[in-house]
Structures are given as structure tokens and as C-alpha cells.
């Protein structure tokens, strides 16, 4: 069964460093997706992605973040100078259509030191 | 603004007996209503959805739950627990900004033990 893949699964960095934390959405899956889950609180959205544009971002998704889709097959979230308030799960997702089902991946754990 | 609120942060049953798992929604329109299961160290696995069609709705490994708007609850049951039902679970609206794509709001999830 086709799945969404997340890597790396837990990600260690220093303050003010740059992260990139890689997803690869299921093939046939035109809209991307990143939600975020920090300790003890609800998961939240950050931002879609459809046809190489961002379609909604929330109030999170500062200049800080950028999405990128490089090839045919990698969605990415970037982050430029992390903060202590950006350690979270990091889970990305796929679907087919815009209104329909998401697919996520196991989230990537990112701890900023 | 839509919102979800689940009841209760941990729930534990013994196997065999049944599983309520309660969420109420606030929605401005006919909400479109999801309940998510996240087993350990796995993705995020959609449980069953409610998009205005039937108010009883079928999801997979026995759940089900049922829309009901007099209540504004979407409340997730299923008759009889298994070890493998242990799992954190959501329940989740979807916020439409009348673009391309949905925003999911999730609730702030349910911890499913289960006693052998």
C-alpha cells in the first residue's frame, strides 16, 4: 500500500541553524501538506502546497518557513534560523484531491537545542 | 471558527467490552468531520470520515460514529475492544477556505488503553 515517507525520523540541531526536513507525498498525490505537534498540544497546521504554490498558510508559517517541491517526488520543509519553540513532531501529508483525504507520514522529530 | 473538543484525555478499557470516545464540534456550516488514529511511531491513519452524507458512519477495524447535529457530537464507538485498538486518537474538522485545499483542525487527542 502506498504510503507517505518522512526522513530523517528525529533531527537534533543547534539554535539559529537551518533544518530541512524532507517528505515524499504518494505518487499520484497533487496536494502537499505540513502540520506540526509540539509536545502536550494539538496538532496544527502550517501550510498547502498545490500546483509549485503555497494555496493556505497559517499565522505559524512565518519568514522563517519555506516549502519547496525541488523534483517529481520531494515536498520540503525548510527552516531558516530555528528557535527553541520550533522542537515539534513535523508531520507532512498527501492527497489525491484538495478536498480529499489526507495521508500522513510518521513525522519527523525535530529538537532544537 | 470550527473547533473540536474531546472529552476525555485518557480512556481505558478491558478487551472485549466497548469503546466510546467522545468529541463534540463547533461549526459555523455542515462541518466535514474526520476521527484519525495514531498508533506509536506510526503516520496519522484516517479512522472514518463524515462529509454530509449518512449521519452513521462505517470506518475501518469496526469503528464507527455517528453526526448529530442536535448534539453537535461526533462521537467514535465500537462494541468490542482489542489489544490492538491501543492507540492515541483524533478527532478532526475540516476548516474549507474555499481554495484549493482543506486545513484539518485537529482535537487534542485520546489515549486508548486497553486491559487484557
Known amino acids: 500500500e502506498p504510503e507517505v515517507t518522512q526522513t530523517p525520523s528525529h533531527q537534533v540541531t543547534q539554535m539559529g541553524q537551518e533544518v530541512i526536513l524532507r517528505c515524499v507525498p504518494i505518487?499520484?498525490?497533487?496536494?502537499f501538506y505540513w502540520y506540526r505537534q509540539i509536545l502536550g498540544q494539538k496538532v496544527e497546521f502550517l501550510v498547502s502546497?498545490?500546483?509549485?504554490?503555497?494555496?493556505?498558510k497559517s499565522e505559524i508559517f512565518d519568514d522563517q518557513f519555506s516549502v519547496e517541491r525541488p523534483d517529481g517526488s520531494n515536498f520540503t520543509l525548510k527552516i531558516r534560523s530555528t528557535k527553541l519553540e520550533d522542537s515539534a513532531m513535523y508531520f507532512c501529508?498527501?492527497?489525491?484531491?484538495?478536498?480529499?483525504?489526507?495521508?500522513f507520514g510518521p513525522g519527523t522529530r525535530l529538537t532544537v537545542l | 471558527a470550527q473547533s473540536v473538543t474531546q472529552l476525555d484525555s485518557h480512556v481505558s478499557v478491558s478487551e472485549g467490552t466497548p469503546v466510546l470516545l467522545r468529541c463534540n464540534y463547533s461549526?459555523?456550516?455542515?462541518?466535514?468531520l474526520f476521527w484519525y488514529v495514531q498508533h506509536p511511531n506510526k503516520g496519522l491513519q484516517l479512522l472514518l470520515k463524515?462529509?454530509?452524507?449518512?449521519?452513521l458512519v462505517k470506518g475501518i477495524n469496526g469503528f464507527e460514529a455517528e453526526f448529530k447535529k442536535s448534539e453537535t457530537s461526533f462521537h467514535l464507538t465500537k462494541p468490542s475492544a482489542h489489544m490492538s485498538d491501543a492507540a492515541e486518537y483524533f478527532c478532526?474538522?475540516?476548516?474549507?477556505?474555499?481554495?484549493?485545499?482543506?486545513?484539518?483542525?485537529f482535537g487534542t487527542g485520546t489515549l486508548l488503553a486497553v486491559q487484557p
Open positions: 501529508a498527501s492527497s489525491e484531491v484538495g478536498y480529499g483525504e489526507q495521508f
Open positions: 505518487s499520484n498525490h497533487l496536494y
Open positions: 502546497f498545490y500546483n509549485n504554490e503555497i494555496s493556505e
Open positions: 461549526s459555523s456550516y455542515s462541518p466535514s
Open positions: 463524515y462529509t454530509s452524507a449518512a449521519t
Open positions: 478532526v474538522v475540516a476548516k474549507s477556505y474555499g481554495g484549493a485545499t482543506n486545513k484539518l483542525i
